[in-house]
């Protein structure tokens, strides 16, 4: 892929001390020591980020399977290889911190076996880190055994937990320290409200999935072998003062028992100064082709980043984080709507008419995932007019976690139409070779638009976007040419100028 900076940059004090800050928050919830900043892991996770940039990918071998790329130099490359096995790695999100969280997620087919991004974060052994990011790249230097730290028992969630920090799809794990034989593994959960009970056995079969009830044991030494993993099904969510008890036997001499507890962090004082001071503030992207999702902003800066983009279009946002879309138009409204973040209390509207000479205008901050639209830049909605709208997500300290991809709608009463729907051409037979896609090789998708009025054009600000959930797993270019790049799930998101969007699951073997 073309490459267009050619320099590895810094992250900024700043960004660093934010991305340190959230790793430690998590590590303090663990009841681990907290961890300092490295330059030299620094440095080697910055080369890290900036080389799966050039390359397009995340490995942790690019040595391996690719070649350094003409225009970077030989200490770019060197550092950058060294850094990449080192680290952990993530790309599409909308700011380092959020990709921190991401890391503690490990919820997807492909990771839930092991977990072995958490682990890394929560290594007891762990003393320094370094962090890095190159243009929507990001990376933690995390193999490091410097500290002091023997714990075993390292469970997440914790048994004080921030409902912040764990969502419903995600695994929950315990390290005990030592290897354990998988079958003579049992976990019972119990919810204590209504007395929910679900039951693991090592004996037992689960496919690892994006989603439903599994169990695994692993003792690869990410961190801490002896690693017990376990989802229950049919959890939406965790909320403040839901309670868990957890017992465990076979993985020790004596039946392990313990409790869970989740608390809302933002309703809570300070639970220490290592919590107090975590926030999901976006980092400063080293690279970063447009100002607003790479750098260190608050919602009272945003404003004047903002009026700053020079374009209908925000570059360097992931759709998949907020999938914001428009759900319905009138002569003189619009309707929005987007997903609702992990970690986010509020969302900030931006819009104007569409147009480089219209600049975006604040229309709302909103604490909800919709919005009806009557008026942008302070004049009403007119009828048979084109806009275009952007959302941020923001967290309880003000700091911007995630920005849009731009929505370009166009309300009726004149000559043009929107989008109203999206489908896979040849559905089951895309979704059938996609379900079996084998590493290098290619598949090419075919998207059929239904116009909303079939009366009425189109008039393209954007065509149809592709991005894959995990480009590590399987990419996916501008036309819709999906290629399996490593073993495990993602999906491929497909969407419109007005954010509808239809996505597709890929299974690489």
């Keep these: 892929m073309p490459v ?3 320099k590895r940059g810094a992250l ?4 660093k001390r934010s991305a340190l800050a959230m790793v430690n928050s998590m590590r303090y919830a663990a009841g681990l020591d907290e961890v300092t900043l490295s330059d030299e892991q620094g440095n080697l996770a ?11 990918e995340l490995t942790h071998t690019p040595a391996e399977n690719r070649s350094k790329p003409g225009s970077m130099s030989d200490t770019d490359w060197n550092d ?6 080192s680290s952990n790695l993530a790309c599409g999100y909308g700011s380092l911190n959020t990709a921190v969280l991401a890391w503690s997620d490990d919820s997807d087919g492909s990771n839930i076996s092991k977990v072995g991004h958490r682990r890394w974060l929560l290594n007891p052994s762990m003393g320094t880190a370094g962090f890095g990011t190159a243009d929507g790249y990001y ?21 004080n937990m921030p409902v912040e920090y764990f969502h419903g799809d995600e695994p929950w794990s315990i390290s005990v320290g030592q290897r354990v034989t998988k079958e003579n593994v049992a976990v019972t959960l119990t919810r204590i409200s209504d007395g929910k009970v679900w039951t693991f056995r090592g004996t037992d079969a689960y496919e690892a999935s994006d989603s ?6 692993d003792n690869d030494e990410y961190g801490k072998p002896g690693c017990i993993i376990f989802r229950p099904d049919g959890v939406e969510g965790y909320n403040a003062g839901d309670r868990y008890m957890v017992e465990i036997t076979g993985a020790a001499d004596d039946t392990i028992r313990y409790s869970v507890t989740f608390f809302d962090a933002v309703e809570e004082t300070a639970v220490s100064s290592g919590m107090a001071g975590a926030s999901m503030a976006s980092d400063n992207d080293a690279g970063r082709a447009n100002g607003v999702p790479g750098t260190m902003l608050t919602t009272e800066e945003l404003d004047a980043a903002v009026a700053e983009i020079g374009s209908d279009e925000l570059k360097g946002s992931p759709y998949h984080l907020l999938q914001f879309k428009s759900t319905s138009q009138s002569r003189h409204s619009v309707k929005l709507s987007w997903k609702k973040m992990k970690g986010a209390k509020k969302y900030i509207i931006y819009g104007n008419r569409c147009g480089k000479k219209y600049r975006y205008k604040k229309i709302a901050v909103v604490s909800g995932s919709d919005l009806k639209v ?9 009828k048979g007019s084109w806009y275009k709208f952007l959302v941020f997500a923001a967290d309880q300290n003000d700091n911007i976690l995630a920005a ?16 109203k729907s999206l489908k896979l051409v040849s559905a089951k037979k895309t979704q059938t070779a996609l379900k079996k896609l084998k590493i290098g090789k290619k598949y090419r998708l075919k998207i059929h638009q239904t116009r909303a009025s079939g009366k009425r054009r189109l008039k393209t600000h954007r065509g149809l976007r592709y991005e894959s959930s995990d480009s590590g797993v399987a990419s996916v270019s501008n036309k819709g040419v999906v290629r399996g790049k490593r073993k495990g799930i993602c999906h491929i998101y497909v969407y419109a100028q007005n954010g509808v969007r239809i996505s597709v699951k890929v299974k690489v073997r």
């Design 4 to 6: 267009k900076n050619t």
């Design 12 to 15: 900024s004090d700043a960004g």
């Design 46 to 56: 910055q080369a890290a980020a900036f080389v799966s940039y050039s390359i397009g």
């Design 80 to 85: 950058g290889v060294r850094g990449c096995c």
């Design 139 to 159: 990376a933690m230097y995390a193999v490091d055994m410097s500290g002091r730290g023997t714990q075993t028992g390292v469970a997440w969630p914790a048994q």
């Design 212 to 217: 439903g009830k599994y169990f695994n044991v």
């Design 374 to 382: 009557n008026s942008a830049a302070k004049k009403k909605i007119k």
């Design 404 to 419: 849009s991809k731009t929505v370009h709608v166009c309300t009726a009463g004149g000559k043009y139409t929107n989008v």
